[in-house]
T-cell receptor, first 110, second 117 residues
Framework: GDSVTQMEGPVTLSEEAFLTINCTYT??????LFWYVQYPGEGLQLLLK?????DKGSNKGFEATYRKETTSFHLEKGSVQVSDSAVYFC?????????FGQGTELSVKP | GAVVSQHPSWVICKSGTSVKIECRSL??????MFWYRQFPKQSLMLMAT?????????EQGVEKDKFLINHASLTLSTLTVTSAHPEDSSFYIC?????????????FGPGTRLTVT
């Protein structure tokens, strides 16, 4: 079945560092792809999405590009802040249901 | 944005007892609610989907008699773990979606940590 694989965490960075969180997927067809973020004590929130190949989703300085040839949707940010510390989930839609990766915890130190 | 709450945020119960978890949409009408389960360092696994006023649809491998889901109103869904055992210990997350929203527009609760001793 369809699945999502993320790089393992935790990821610890210093403030203003460059962030990449890898995400690859396995799916029949070309599903829409998502990144969700979960801040401590809160529910998951949709961070960005891409619905077709070569689409770039972006929000709050984060970007991810839908790469059909490598079946990837890596999350990037040029300069992270302490407030970006959270757990990030990559996901796809399959038959109307969200399928999530295992989540990557990001910790940003001042 | 829309807010979904869960209660309790954490619960400890003894093996063999039942525990109920509530999921509420605070500022919108949730025609569909979803229940997920998350093990440490693993992904969220969809357990069931419920539409208001209808029976829940369970995912393959989820015991419907153990995990009772009720979605009696447009703002409340409950998950009851019956005769809980230590292997039911997990993090349970609900999400809710309004009637006109597309499939991925779900609003998530903060989760409930269940520990069965």
């Amino acid at each position: 079945g369809d699945s999502v694989t993320q790089m393992e965490g935790p990821v610890t960075l210093s403030e203003e560092a460059f962030l990449t969180i890898n995400c690859t997927y396995t799916a029949t067809g070309y599903p829409s792809l998502f990144w969700y973020v979960q801040y401590p004590g809160e529910g998951l929130q949709l961070l960005l999405k891409a619905t077709k190949a070569d689409d770039k989703g972006s929000n709050k300085g984060f970007e991810a590009t839908y790469r059909k040839e490598t079946t990837s949707f890596h999350l990037e940010k040029g300069s992270v802040q302490v407030s970006d510390s959270a757990v990030y989930f990559c996901a796809l839609i399959s038959w109307g249901k969200l399928i999530f990766g295992q989540g990557t915890e990001l910790s940003v130190k001042p | 944005g829309a807010v979904v709450s869960q209660h309790p945020s954490w619960v400890i119960c003894k093996s063999g007892t039942s525990v109920k978890i509530e999921c509420r949409s605070l500022d919108f009408q949730a025609t569909t609610m979803f229940w997920y389960r998350q093990f440490p360092k693993q992904s969220l696994m969809l357990m069931a989907t419920s539409n208001e006023g209808s029976k829940a649809t369970y995912e393959q491998g989820v015991e419907k008699d153990k995990f009772l889901i009720n979605h009696a109103s447009l703002t409340l869904s409950t998950l009851t773990v019956t005769s809980a055992h230590p292997e039911d210990s997990s993090f349970y997350i609900c999400s809710a979606r309004g009637g006109l929203a597309v499939s991925y527009e779900q609003y998530f609760g903060p989760g409930t940590r269940l520990t069965v001793t």
